[in-house]
């Protein structure tokens, strides 16, 4: 598959077919369908705001995944993937943060209706724009989201346009009936010394 924009309601079908994404997907607020197929794997980019349902074949993502409503980044978005995921090591999430939430949807978000299964912790790029509100101490709770989390899930630093005056980290989550990725967000600690190891300064940035 190379560039593929799903505007309304797709079935790409191919019986017996093992689909490779080399290209980007556009999901335009619709479902892409796959029918009759043996596979699908992603090592293109996955881009916009609708659902992937894998028809019960074994669906891998080992490239981009970048929830996006359009270009504008004025709404929050959602990949929705319905089935199982298989997710690489090479997998980037994409990720904009409008706000801190919880009382909005205020970042965009990946939700997986069977098990997500990590085969490395993953690596996040957060964009946050501008009025995004996020402090120290916040989460933002259910970036990616399962009923069932499984593989190698554990805590991983994440990239971020905040500067370096923060540190963002992925971390497992969730309650009895769903499991979560989410992201904690904490002051970063600078510490200098003069020659002979006194200290010079010592601050918290906020």
């Known amino acids: 598959i190379g560039d593929l924009v799903v505007g309304a309601n797709l079935a790409l079908m191919g019986t017996g077919a ?19 197929a043996t596979s699908f794997t992603s090592n293109g980019a996955i881009i916009g705001n609708g659902i992937i349902d894998s028809g019960g074949i074994p669906l891998s993502v080992n490239g981009v995944l970048m929830p996006e409503v359009d270009s504008t980044l004025t709404n929050t978005a959602t990949i929705t993937f319905t089935g199982d995921v298989n997710i690489g090591p090479a997998a ?5 943060v409008f706000g801190p939430g919880p009382s909005l949807p205020a970042f965009d978000s990946i939700a997986v209706s069977g098990t997500a299964n990590f085969a490395a912790p993953g690596n996040y790029n957060l964009n946050f724009l501008p009025g995004h509100g996020v402090a120290s101490g916040n989460t933002l709770f259910s970036v990616i989201s399962a009923p069932l989390i499984t593989g190698s899930t554990g805590t991983t630093t994440v990239s971020h346009n905040l500067g370096a005056a923060y540190v963002l ?8 009936a769903t499991d979560t990725v989410d992201i904690t967000v904490t002051a970063n ?8 190891g006194a200290p010079a300064s010592y601050f918290q940035v906020p």
Do not use: C, M, Y
Not at 169 to 176: H, K, L, N
């Open 18 to 36: 093992d689909h490779l994404n080399s290209g980007n997907i556009w999901l335009k607020g619709a479902e892409l369908r796959i029918q009759n």
């Open 92 to 96: 980037v999430f994409e990720l904009d």
């Open 169 to 176: 980290s992925a971390v497992p989550g969730g309650t009895t």
């Open 189 to 196: 600690f600078e510490q200098t010394f003069t020659g002979g």
